[in-house]
């Protein structure tokens, strides 16, 4: 970047940031009263130290309340007194202590696993805190209790296991992409210890990039995004990776079908640091060098990831943290071509209390995928690679004050996408070319306040400011609708080629009608700036993010959405119904035969339009009990509208599903013996089927009048898993898992295509493929 | 690069090894009969043929009604008119024209109250240099592959189709190609599908067409709506140049044929 365009930016930042804190300054309610105390501190596991996200604090005798943060951190304030503090967590035994407050208090609150009350699986969040909370449409997954669900392949996947809430649905069989209310799958933001992860997938989107030895909670946001989130449209994956234990050390892991898993943890000085390494790699390709066939034994075919974390407390007040991520896809064939994918990321924090009251979390992230594509053969070597780059730096505040908690920041994102690189021999038939390197710098101002208006009302409002600059140099070209060139115009280094600004409010208001009963609402508006553009719908790994430009405007996102909750039966039973209407524009699309890659004219082969969205969500889930498990539906529609298709008119978009049923069922039979299925039922995918036939060259081809005026047939799946515990009494644990994926074999269509009938070559038929029938798994795990 | 990704997509197949195929029911709606054009202009012929036909409903056998009584010309960019006349019903031909590169060429059909036109340019020849058969083993099977060598004019956009024959038989896909990756080297072009199973002894045939911009992403799209009905780009009619609402393309190209005897 240029010195005058980083100076000018720098100069804006700042300014902005006076704005905002003069925004602060005239927030209400901010005023202290009487003598007040505050109780402040962290939850933790008693047994690993491990911080615990979201477990709820009360101050029994007063409705006062909070909700630990992303670093197991709480505040609340309230008057001189006696009182109770009730800190209660899903999966462990509440703790009550008394406290005398008389002055500010710190502590650490430990809390046991609970042995014996075997909880659901979605539930990070306490039964109370999701009557109380504004925060709607939100779903936590706590990683020891998900290890009971069926999977395919035996491998724990969290992007699979969000499949099954509702609002949440599988791109497509076994894959772990999803869409979130009629959003795209590049309408997720997917963070990992904050960094944004921009290929989750492995091996063509069958497993995700996340190991879930290596997890230790994740959030998902399907609509009422909090302020400090930005950047796609849809939802929010916030995963945290585990810390280590702080006590002692232990190591873990497992070897299933198709994969070994191992970590370990432990302490770096006992109870002020710790650190967690783990690791995973698959062996799908041990089975072919089993092969007599030398192209097959020659060739490989696995992924591996490696996560690692260690944090250190320096003393009461600042701790430092530092994750980091790297997996890798490679694939070999016969030494004629290779290929390789992956993401590195990188995160350093330090957190910060000011004071009692006001917490401060500062992160530098790094995060980098690319891939390499590599063809040895003689007459036609050549290499691609492509790179995209971000180096982001966040500086959030939160501050705890009377009935209000304040949380604000800023953020800086530098991108540099480099879409395609190729090199190639003098002797090779490919030529060398350089699709030119493209940099963006993302900056966002955010507040938001929390306010407890009263017993029964909760309120978040928000604002977030996000601004994008797409940055030279380069030459950037202007294109005509029909995707002409209009104008080139060349950029010196840092100067700003377009800026777009955003202003995205946020709303959510609670309203709490009994202890067991609520009702919600909230609006929220997101943009998105950076775009994939991939005309398949497997994830390749050589699909292409571009950023917005002087053709690509950013995307944007409106929704409003409203919420009943109730809890019955001493909070065993959890409902919850939402309503939304999401509205959407300058959504992507691509022109007829588009040329996605190694293109420096792809913007020219993009169109734009408009989306909608709107669905009800239920959801019914046990919570405790032998029995427990949930069941969700969703009846949803969602569509998008451009001029060049279908004269304008709204079609349904391929992620259109009208009806999604997911259950989930656990039940444990002994001590030893748990059993599991999951069921799922969706209407087919919105697909383009022919309308006629007529023949060129001698051959049939096909005719298409309506876009996605068809339904793949429907898709339903029963998933059963049995886990045996090892016997207790050993050094160590362990524990056999068994799994059917598909247990009645359902032909579930994948594709389906319309061919010449083998028998009959004048007729037509359509011929659907199923990618797969049952299949089983079986995993053995340990522990140390 | 699509040879190899067809070998990517066989092994993780194979990998997998639970795909499974189907016939099934599917309700289609029809929508009435389009008129289909597919009008070429060569440079090696003197004979150049215009056929004209119409679509049928999904489900109706592969039987396309040719469409008679139609008034076919073409007029290029130096003043020539030629007519052309009904032979067999649907294909309207010319012996008096042969096209020459480098010249623009317009189509103009009249039929039952329509009015189709279009225009393409038939661009400058590219020899081929030599044919022959590259053979890779996979799965323990020799996959023999027709492979074509020739250079590709430097400092400007070539377009290219080829069409592959075995004993008689037209393989059924699309090979279209521009020299965006290959602009001025020796191209070394294998023509791959799965379908035909090459045999020594076969005798292949090989056509070289060069084409222009307009015909290459006609191509390409036609190519794009097949064999991935559920799982990749969403089908549609390719951005044809008939102006006038009929299917099909109107192609000057150059042409150059070959063949090879497997070994």
């Known amino acids: 970047m240029g010195k005058a365009g980083q100076s000018y930016l720098i100069d804006f930042q700042i300014r902005r940031a006076f704005f905002f804190l003069l925004l602060l300054a005239l927030l209400p309610h901010l005023s202290f009263s009487q003598q007040r105390f505050t109780i402040s501190g962290t939850v933790k596991d008693a047994s690993t130290g491990e911080t615990l996200i979201g477990a709820s604090v009360r101050v029994a005798e007063s409705e006062k309340g909070a909700i630990t943060n992303s670093y197991g951190f709480f505040s609340i304030t309230v008057p001189e007194g006696q009182y109770n503090l009730q800190v209660s967590y899903i999966g462990y035994q509440t703790s009550t202590r008394s406290l005398n407050l008389n002055k500010d208090v710190r502590l650490v609150v430990q809390l046991n696993a609970n042995a014996f009350l075997q909880e659901v699986v979605v539930s990070g969040r306490s039964a109370k805190e999701q009557i109380r909370s504004p925060q709607m449409s939100l779903e936590r997954l706590n990683m020891e209790n998900i290890k009971d669900v069926p999977v395919l392949l035996g491998e724990r996947d969290v992007l699979k296991t969000i499949q099954l809430l509702p609002g949440i649905k599988a791109a497509g069989e076994g894959n772990s992409g999803f869409y979130v209310r009629g959003g795209a799958a590049d309408q997720n933001l997917i963070l990992l210890d904050e960094a944004n992860v921009y290929n989750a997938s492995h091996l063509l989107g069958f497993f995700s990039t996340f190991n879930s030895d290596a997890i230790k909670d994740v959030a998902v946001y399907k609509g009422g995004m909090p302020a400090q989130y930005g950047g796609r449209l849809a939802s929010v994956v916030d995963i945290k990776m585990n ?3 702080e006590k002692r ?6 070897i299933g079908l198709i994969a070994s898993r191992l970590k370990v943890e432990g302490p770096i000085v006992k109870e002020k640091g710790s650190f967690m390494v783990s690791g995973r790699r698959t062996y799908a390709d041990l089975f072919l060098k089993l092969s007599t066939d030398t192209a097959l034994k020659n060739s490989t075919l696995y992924f591996y990831d490696l996560n690692a974390k260690a944090n250190y407390k320096l003393n009461d007040k600042n701790t430092i943290y530092f994750s980091t991520y790297l997996g890798k896809d490679i694939l070999g064939l016969n030494d004629a071509f290779r290929m390789n994918w992956g993401n590195t990321t990188a995160t350093f924090r330090w957190n910060h209390l000011l004071s009692r009251k006001m917490f401060s979390n500062t992160t530098l992230i790094y995060s980098d995928y690319n891939y390499e594509i590599e063809n040895l053969d003689q007459r036609s070597d050549f290499r691609v690679t492509s790179i995209i780059r971000d180096w982001n730096l966040k500086q959030d505040y939160q501050y705890f004050a009377n009935n209000h908690t304040l949380r604000f920041g800023l953020n800086a994102n530098h991108h540099r996408i480099q879409p395609g690189k190729i090199t190639s021999s003098q002797k090779s038939s490919i030529t060398s070319k350089t699709v030119e390197t493209r940099s963006g710098l993302e900056l966002a101002a955010y507040i938001s306040n929390e306010w407890n208006v009263s017993d029964a009302v909760n309120l978040n409002y928000g604002l977030r400011l996000s601004s994008f600059h797409l940055l030279g140099p380069g030459s950037f070209n202007t294109y005509s609708d029909e995707g002409r060139i209009t104008r080139t115009q060349n950029f010196r280094k840092g100067e700003v080629v377009k800026s777009y600004l955003n202003l995205e409010p946020r709303l959510a208001v609670s309203y709490r009608l009994n202890e067991n009963t609520s009702i919600k609402t909230s609006y929220t508006r997101n943009t998105q700036n950076l775009h994939l553009l991939s005309n398949s719908t497997s994830a390749l790994p050589t ?3 571009i950023m917005s430009s002087n053709n690509v405007k950013p995307e944007i ?4 959405a409203l919420g009943y909750y109730r809890n019955f039966n001493n909070d065993n039973w959890e409902f919850s119904a939402e309503v939304y209407y999401k509205d959407m524009q300058n959504q992507i699309d691509y022109r007829n035969a588009a040329e996605l890659r190694a293109n420096e004219n792809v913007e020219s082969e993009l169109l734009f339009g408009l989306g909608r969205a709107y669905g009800i969500e239920l959801f019914l889930k046990k919570r405790y009990g032998n029995i427990n498990g949930w069941l969700g539906y969703t009846l949803s529609r969602t569509e998008r509208s451009f001029t060049g298709i279908d004269n304008g008119n709204y079609f349904p978009a391929k992620q259109d599903r009208t009806h999604d049923i997911s259950a989930v069922g656990i039940y444990n039979l002994s001590k030893r013996w748990t059993f599991s299925g999951t069921f799922v039922f969706n209407t087919g995918n919105a697909i383009t089927f022919p309308s006629g036939k007529y023949q060129v060259e001698g051959q049939t081809r096909f005719y298409y009048t309506e876009r996605n005026g068809y339904r793949m047939p429907n898709y339903h799946r029963l998933d059963l898993a049995a886990t045996l515990e090892g016997r207790p009494e050993k050094k160590y644990k362990s524990s056999w898992t068994f799994g059917f994926y598909n247990a009645y074999n359902r032909q579930n269509a994948y594709v389906v295509d319309f061919r010449d009938n083998p028998d009959d070559p004048s007729k037509t038929q359509a011929v659907q493929t199923a990618l797969f029938g049952i299949i089983p798994s079986v995993t053995w795990n340990f522990k140390f | 690069m699509r040879k190899k990704l067809g070998f990517l997509a066989l092994f993780l197949s194979t990998v997998f090894q639970y795909a499974c195929e189907k016939v099934i029911d599917v309700d289609l709606n029809s929508a009435g009969y389009q008129y289909v054009v597919e009008g070429t202009v060569v440079n090696q012929a003197d004979s150049q043929v215009v ?13 396309f009604p040719a469409v008679s009584g139609a008034t076919v010309t073409v007029t290029d960019d130096q003043g020539g008119q030629f007519a052309f006349r009904e032979r067999r019903p649907g294909v309207y031909s010319s012996r008096r024209l042969r096209g020459t590169p480098g010249r623009t060429y317009t189509l103009n059909v009249q039929v039952e109250g329509n009015v189709f036109t279009a225009s393409s340019r038939m661009p400058a020849q590219v020899a081929i240099d030599s044919i022959g058969v590259s ?10 592959t027709v492979q074509l ?4 004019p430097p400092n400007r956009a070539n377009y290219y189709r080829y069409v592959l024959g075995v004993n008689g038989k037209k393989s059924r896909n699309i090979f279209a190609y521009n020299d965006e990756f290959t602009d001025g080297r020796k191209v070394n072009r294998e023509l791959f599908d799965f379908d035909l199973n090459l045999k020594t002894g076969d005798i292949a045939h090989v056509e070289m067409h060069c084409i222009d911009a307009v015909l290459y992403r006609y191509w390409q799209g036609l190519d794009q709506n097949e064999n991935r ?6 089908p549609a009619n390719p951005v044809t140049n008939i102006k006038g609402g009929a299917l099909g393309y109107f192609s000057a190209h150059t042409v150059q044929r070959e063949s090879v005897v497997i070994p």
């Open chain 2, 135 to 144: 053979m890779t083993s996979f799965f323990d099977e020799e996959q023999k």
């Open chain 1, 543 to 545: 699909d292409l993010w």
């Open chain 1, 249 to 254: 050390y232990t190591a873990e892991g497992g």
């Open chain 2, 229 to 234: 009905g559920g799982a990749s780009t969403t």
């Open chain 1, 243 to 245: 810390e280590g234990n």
């Open chain 1, 557 to 560: 996102a409106d929704q409003v």
């Open chain 2, 51 to 63: 056929k004209i036909s119409r679509s049928v409903a999904v489900s109706d056998a592969s039987v």
């Open chain 2, 149 to 152: 060598l020739f250079s590709d």
